[in-house]
């Protein structure tokens, strides 16, 4: 590994020294795309790769356990700070939990994921070489550019093609498109999806279909990073053809999204201002600024079941126990505790749930009702 890079945070010494976003012209650090949509959306999946190697730096140091994620970083792999090695774990294991929490609840009824813009991320491996009988569809979405190389990683490295094979039940049940982009099985499928057709296509007679999702068991969806990158329009839209369209009423759904918050005080607009120099534009971020239009934006997307959102130095103070807190804290040496807490206090998991009339309908307030709350801004 090599010197460490902070991209995807503000950069700490830009932070102390200057008053962000001047002289950008750019009005909040909120860079407007002016480049072509095109260019646009390759600097979009671009930020997988940075996704993975801050999963490959938090594995390397003992954060987090995944014989996986070495498979999505060929060659050698940038170091990360210790705070975002932090982050990267805090992320993970919260997110972890709540899907845990998910698939134990009824746990012999069948359920199913969608990830979308799902990358290179490693979940569905874990779960099933944990336990290779789990009743679990899972589906990923994300751009053809990403699912192909998705797949060209599964199909030359054979722990993660193991990994697949053993949670179905006849290896002959997989089939890759012959353009590799695409991956359908009875249990893990990649769909190459630009998630706004999935919106243009839920307004017109045929939507767009993705083989082998069910609109009638239990479905987690989630967001890690990812609708953040569409527009506010788009992102409400790609919601509401999830919850009308694809997995129709009365079928128990729910949404946790991890994503940036809080852009507005002198940090969060470092953070927009750096990433924008990147011409990385987190669309969706004025809008959901807060904890609280985080559970807003999930209550009128239709998840009214309950809901919640944490930051994530909250997750890490209140969801991790302290002998593992103590485990993370000898990984590696963290000095830098104040930038901690800020660079946490920016980036929130939401999670929101609609329960269904089936006798497993009250899958999501099982799973999550007692899930520690953040109560502030
Ligand atoms: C920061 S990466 C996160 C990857 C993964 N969710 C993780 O947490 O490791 C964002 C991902 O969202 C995908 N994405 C963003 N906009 C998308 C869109 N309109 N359609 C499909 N995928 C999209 C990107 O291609 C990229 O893989």
Redesign the pocket.
Known sequence: MSTPRGSDIPNLNTFRSSHPGRGRGRKGGFAASEQGTEAQDQV??R??Q???VS?MNAVALGYLDDQFAKFFTPGPVPKKYPIINRGTYVRTTAIDMLVRRFLMTHCSQKKQII?L?????TRYFRLVAENPSLPLVYHE???AA?TASKISTLKRNPPLLKALQGHVKDADDIAFSSDGTRLASPTYNIHP????ALVQSSQTPQPLSLPNLSPDIPTLVLS???LI??SPSAADSVLSALTRSLVPSPTPLSLILYEPIRPFDAFGKVMVANLASRGIHMQTLEKYASLSAQTTRLQTAGFAGGQGAVDVDFAFEQWIDAKERERISRCEMLDELEEWRLLARHYCVAWGWRNGKQEYGDVFSRAWDDVKDQNED
Request: charged share 30%; with cysteine.
């Open positions: 979009v999946q930020t997988d940075d996704a993975s999963r990830s813009g799902a990358g290179s991320d979405l994300d751009f990403n999806v630009d998630l706004r890690e990073c990812c990158y569409l």
